[in-house]
């Protein structure tokens, strides 16, 4: 008996020296309540400018001496949306009996209809828009999804209930052929109507996730995060439902991917560090850039982006950050003002020793989008963004977040993000 439990702590003194052989840099992390001193000076810093920048009114669109008439929306009751719909269509039905027949005047979402403003530093809607004839053969379509659209969305503020968008395609799926069509159209109606698209009852279906130091009410019920499993809690799709968010977190952690999202979560690292960790597993949805948003602001925390080391992925941060070209008329209430680029950054593969099995070459295709973002005013903003974008495209080189998973699967949380938040290596 005792010779087995010999050969047991043989065994396990064995696993612990191969643990610390792959986990490079490990040995220069300091105790985790030091470095819980480094996240509450963060905490204190962003307060400090929270508190300064509060003292003043926020800048609004109409506080700018732009050069360009902008466009924005706000949040509308149902009882406004449904007045708004039905003077547009009374407006429709004038034009028909005085022979004029009857057009759309939709507002343009084109890139070439968008502008970033620096001292808001988010994308807005300029305030050119198109006409959308039904009379004539190229516009015959879409002109009567937009009808079908308005209907639908009065349909909603009559009876006060909330449907997905998929809900909304499915009504007519002749009509709409595809659900990318019935969506864009729906954005075109709120940017008519100047609502947001919260304020028109159509909701995506779940999609991002939380979990750590937070509980909030949904729906009158009090969630508690940490007590949701490695899975979290869904974010809700309608933010009208969150309230009560109360947190002892000392920052939020933006994940990109699902993949280092469940690591975290099995990990508990928001035991280890006081936090709370988010993502839309890719993409960002508007429900969780709509959440993102709400803690940010009630809570007061500082919010740090974990993304892939690729072109896609600064432009996820991107879209969170500064928001999104298509969605630009409502940018006002989707976008997380200064998000921390934590990681993983080009510079990260070197200075931390990323083999070279685990980096991918990029696309011709990812160095175009490289390239493109560079001309980005978002981006030429911050130095630190376009000398890691710079390295990128030079070294042609990328890597997914799991690349570190080389050096074992529970670096990410063990050496990495500890590492990064002891060195405040963001940007």
Request: charged share 25%; aromatic share 6%.
């Amino acid at each position: 008996m005792a010779d087995k439990k010999r050969k047991q702590k043989r065994r396990r003194s064995d696993l612990s020296s191969d643990d610390e052989a792959v986990l490079p840099f490990k040995d220069i992390l300091i105790p985790d309540s030091d470095l819980l001193e480094t996240l509450k000076q963060l905490l204190g810093a962003h307060n400090a400018v929270s508190t300064s920048t509060s003292s003043s009114k926020p800048l609004t669109l109409s506080d700018l001496n732009l050069s360009a008439t902008c466009r924005e929306v706000t949040d509308l009751s149902l009882s406004s949306v449904q007045s708004a719909i039905e003077t547009l269509i009374l407006q429709v039905a004038h034009s028909i009996v005085a022979g004029n027949g009857f057009s759309f005047q939709v507002p343009s979402r084109a890139s070439t209809n968008q502008l970033y403003v620096p001292e808001l530093d988010r994308i807005v809607l300029k305030d050119k828009s198109t006409q959308r004839p039904f009379s004539h053969v190229s516009s015959v379509r879409k002109s009567t999804i937009t009808v079908k659209i308005l209907s639908l969305i009065h349909q909603l503020c009559l009876k006060n209930i909330h449907v997905t968008k998929r809900d909304l395609f499915y009504t007519d799926v002749k009509l709409f052929q595809d659900q990318t069509q019935s969506d864009a159209v729906l954005d075109d109606v709120a940017c008519m109507l100047g609502c947001t698209r919260s304020s028109l009852n159509v909701i995506a279906s779940e999609k991002g996730v939380v979990v750590g130091r937070l509980t909030f009410s949904d729906n009158g019920d009090m969630i508690d995060c940490t007590k949701m499993g490695m899975g979290g809690k869904a974010i809700p799709p309608n933010i009208d439902r969150v309230g009560d968010m109360q947190s002892d977190a000392l920052f939020i952690l933006l994940v990109e991917k699902d993949a280092a999202y469940i690591r975290l979560a099995e990990d508990r690292f928001y035991n280890r560090f006081p936090c709370i960790i988010v993502t839309a597993k890719g993409q960002p949805d508007v429900a969780t850039r709509l959440f993102l948003r709400k803690m940010k602001m009630e809570l007061k925390l500082p919010v740090l982006a974990l993304v892939d080391s690729d072109p896609y992925g600064l432009k996820i941060l991107s879209v969170y950050g500064c928001g999104s070209k298509n969605m630009s008329y409502d940018s006002a209430n989707l976008t997380t003002p200064d998000i921390k680029w934590l990681g993983i950054r080009p510079s990260d593969l070197d200075k931390y020793k990323i083999p070279e099995q685990c980096r991918l070459p990029m696309t011709e295709q990812d160095i175009k989008t490289g390239k493109d973002l560079l001309e980005e005013d978002f981006v030429k903003k911050n130095p630190g963004w376009v000398e890691e974008l710079n390295l990128m495209v030079k070294t042609k080189q990328k890597a997914e977040i799991q690349a570190l998973s080389t050096f074992g699967f529970q670096y990410l949380s063990e050496v990495y993000l500890p590492l990064k938040l002891q060195q405040k290596d963001w940007l």
